[in-house]
C-alpha cells in the first residue's frame, strides 16, 4: 500500500498570506495526485487532480505541482474561505490511500 | 445537477450487519464508477472500496474486505455498501462519491462529487 504522509498536520496563517502545503508518496505515483478541500461541516470537494489540475470552478490561487513522490498544493493569497482541512489522494495504485490531512486555521 | 444521497446509517451494535444506500441522480448512472469512503471521527479519509460502472468489477480496501460488499443497481440509479460483524472501529460518517471521469480503472479514480454523507455509530 501507498502510504501518503501530510505535513504540516495544522498551518495557522493570516488572510492574505502564500502557503505551502506538502504530500509525501511512500513510492511513486507519477502525476496520480489529487487534492480534496473540507471546510468545516462540509463534505469533501475536488481542488486538484493529475498533480496540477484545477477542478471546475476552483479559483487559480490554487495551483499544484509535483510528481514522482513529492506534491505540493499552494495557495497563493488566503482568503476567509480557504480555512478549511486539505488533503492528498494517489490513484496511481490500488488501494487508493489519502493522507491525513492539513488544517489551515486562522492565526 | 448531480445528487448523491446517502442513508441507512445510524447507531447499531457490535456485531450486527448494515446497508448503506446512496441515491444518485443528475447525471448517467451507469456511465461512470462509483465508490465509498468513510471519514473516521478524528478526521481521516478511508477509501473502502469501488465499482465499476455494470458493477462487474470491484476494488477493495483489505482493511474491510471480505466484511463490506459494493454493490449497485443500475435500474435504480443506487449504489449499496453492505457492512457484516460491525465494530467500533467502523464508527465514521460514509461518504458515497462518483468518478470524476469515465472508465474503470485507478487512473480515473478522482471523486467528484461526493454525498453529504451518513454517520454510522457501533456501540459496544
Known amino acids: 500500500e501507498i502510504v501518503m504522509t501530510q505535513s504540516p498536520a495544522t498551518l495557522s496563517v493570516s488572510p492574505g498570506e502564500r502557503i505551502t502545503l506538502s504530500c509525501r508518496a511512500s513510492q511513486t505515483v507519477s502525476t496520480r495526485l489529487a487534492w480534496y478541500q473540507q471546510k468545516p461541516g462540509q463534505v469533501p470537494r475536488l481542488l486538484i487532480y493529475?498533480?496540477?489540475a484545477r477542478a471546475t470552478g476552483v479559483p487559480d490561487r490554487f495551483s499544484g505541482g509535483g510528481s514522482g513522490t513529492e506534491f505540493t498544493l499552494i495557495i497563493s493569497s488566503l482568503q476567509a474561505e480557504d480555512f478549511a482541512a486539505y488533503y492528498c489522494q494517489q490513484y496511481n495504485d490500488w488501494p487508493l490511500t489519502f493522507g491525513g490531512g492539513t488544517k489551515v486555521e486562522i492565526k | 445537477e448531480v445528487q448523491l444521497v446517502e442513508s441507512g446509517g445510524g447507531l447499531i451494535q457490535r456485531g450486527a450487519n448494515l446497508r448503506l444506500s446512496c441515491a444518485a441522480s443528475?447525471?448517467?448512472?451507469?456511465?461512470?464508477?462509483m465508490t465509498w469512503v468513510r471519514q473516521t471521527p478524528g478526521g481521516g479519509l478511508e477509501w473502502l472500496s469501488s465499482?465499476?460502472?455494470?458493477?462487474?468489477?470491484?476494488q477493495n480496501s483489505d482493511s474491510v474486505k471480505g466484511r463490506f460488499i459494493i454493490s449497485r443497481d443500475n435500474s435504480k440509479n443506487t449504489l449499496y455498501l453492505d457492512m457484516h460483524s460491525l465494530r467500533d472501529d467502523d464508527t465514521a460518517v460514509y461518504y458515497c462519491?462518483?468518478?470524476?471521469?469515465?472508465?474503470?480503472?485507478?487512473?480515473?479514480?478522482?471523486?467528484?462529487?461526493w454525498g453529504q454523507g451518513t454517520l454510522v455509530t457501533v456501540s459496544p
Open positions: 493529475g498533480a496540477s
Open positions: 462519491a462518483k468518478f470524476a471521469i469515465t472508465g474503470w480503472t485507478r487512473l480515473s479514480a478522482i471523486f467528484d462529487p
Open positions: 465499482i465499476s460502472e455494470s458493477g462487474s468489477n470491484t
Open positions: 443528475g447525471f448517467t448512472f451507469s456511465s461512470y464508477a
